[in-house]
């Protein structure tokens, strides 16, 4: 009886011993077992009764010196955890592969605008670029439509709060009026960029978009060079195998002219797309008013030239067969991932 009692306090030193704490989880365990109120040691403790009077202080002590052995084991272990998980900080692996990035495509405003700026590339057309924030002079009055002309109607223009000489561009053509007054000619330009109008936004305009504005001025430019040029663009952007040139006005260029493209008639997209003409227009042109050379200091003796200017967006939503404006500022990736992403234009 005396013996079995020591043996089995020898068995739970033993176990204490050969405890493995490697997690929380096993530390809760332990302490259940040996430190919790239903523990394992309780019991020899109550066997002390049994044991003869010589014995019980060998007894005694040798079960508290087993308590304590759980009691330092849990505490030294539960320290162990802690400075283990300190020192577990999450080392990234370096030899993991790379996650991979999802390649953006480029905005159908873009593809167009580069395939423009391409194509009168070649012709010999360099880029010009000023500010969206304009004054009404290079904007309007240099351009042949000054204060109260009705043609400013015809542009809806925000102005800059409390300055009515500032306002935001309502067309590229503004660029113009700037590169005649720094440059001499032989001019050749192109002007992308982008134009604010205060128009109400619905599928078919919107209040900013973009343009392209184009200008040629030498010696004996002549209105079959600007034909030739238009027919050259539409050609290579269209694939068009005709143009026809509509009489039109505009403030700044007479005579005045729209440019349609032979589009085709058919099938129905075709028909309604080109409202059931075939023909659709693209852009304004024609040959530079006097009026404005004058204006910007070119000798009109000497010179003349030809201008154009045409809006980006409705080029791309009918290359692309984008029904409303609107998706073109939205920048919603699933509008936008449709678009190639290797294009370049
Ligand atoms: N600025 C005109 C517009 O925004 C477009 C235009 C028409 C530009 C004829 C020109 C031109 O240079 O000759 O509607």
Known sequence: M???AFEKVKELETAIHNSNINNKEELEAFRIQ???TKNCIKPLFAAIRDIPNDRKKEYGQLINAVKQQAEQKFEASAQQLLSKAANDVDVPDLTAPA???ELGSRHPVS???NQMIEIFDRLGFTIAEDSE??????????LNTPEDHPARDMQDTYYILNDPSRLLRTHTSSVQSHVMMNQEPPIRIIAPGRVYRNETISSRAHCQFHQVEGLYIAEKVSFA???QTIYYFAKEMFGATKIRLRPSFFPFTEPSAEVDVWWGCDSEADKRITKGTGWLEILGCGMVDPAV?????IDTEKYSG?????GVERIAMLKYQIDDIRLLFENDVRFLKQFDKTAIF
Do not use: P, Q, Y
């Not at 924030?133 to 240099?142: G, M, P, R, Y």
């Not at 030809?306 to 045409?310: D, K, L, P, R, Y």
């Open 293 to 297: 050379l004058k204006n910007c200091g």
């Open 99 to 101: 996650e991979s990035l």
């Open 111 to 113: 593809l167009v605008l």
């Open 225 to 227: 060079d600007l034909r």
């Open 34 to 36: 040996f430190l919790g």
């Open 306 to 310: 030809f201008a154009f200017g045409m």
């Open 2 to 4: 005396v013996i079995e």
């Open 133 to 142: 924030i304009e004054d009404d002079w290079h904007n309007f009055t240099a």
